[in-house]
């Protein structure tokens, strides 16, 4: 089959990003039962991407077939561990950048980190500022945001 058929038949891909405030304190406990939530739900529904936590705030990316992301966003943007859930950025993706984490952590203090700690610090206040800004984030600071986690993914992926 040419691969512009294969690519047509392909479901489109997209890529969310939320940043919210934790509600709870983030302790290895509350951290735990979301991340064993995810790694059910999310490789059930092809969800890949990275959840970042620190300061009372919390960024998750989620990647994978839009409707799917929609559903997930929706059970997520209700839970009670966090508020002030703002959507940042959902659009389609050419491709993934969290391939094979249903959903990577990365803490600012480094602990379970996929992020190294000196880049998930500057990303989580980064978020924080965005957050406090309210629901009009200036569209350039939510870009760079993007861009700058999907960059240390793939400087921590070529480390290793
Ligand atoms: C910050 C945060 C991130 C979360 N991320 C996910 C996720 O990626 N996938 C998921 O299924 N649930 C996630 N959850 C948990 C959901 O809100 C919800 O508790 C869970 O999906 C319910 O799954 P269950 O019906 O299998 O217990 C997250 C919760 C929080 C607070």
Redesign the pocket.
Known sequence: MPPSIAKKLHAPLAQMLYV?E?AMPQSPA?LG??MR??A???VV?E?T?I?L?GEGT?L?I?EGDPFRIAR?YE?????A??MHVQCLHFDRAPKRNFKGH??GLARRDGTGAQLSPEHAAPIIRLARRILDAGPDAPEAAVKSLLDFVVWCENARAKAA
């Not at 059970?75 to 839970?79: K, N, T, Y």
Request: hydrophobic letters at 45%; glycine letters at 4%.
């Open positions: 919210s934790a509350v039962t979301i939530a995810a059910r739900n999310n529904a969800i991407g959840l936590v919390y998750q989620l997930t059970r997520i943007r209700l839970d561990r966090h249903p959903l």
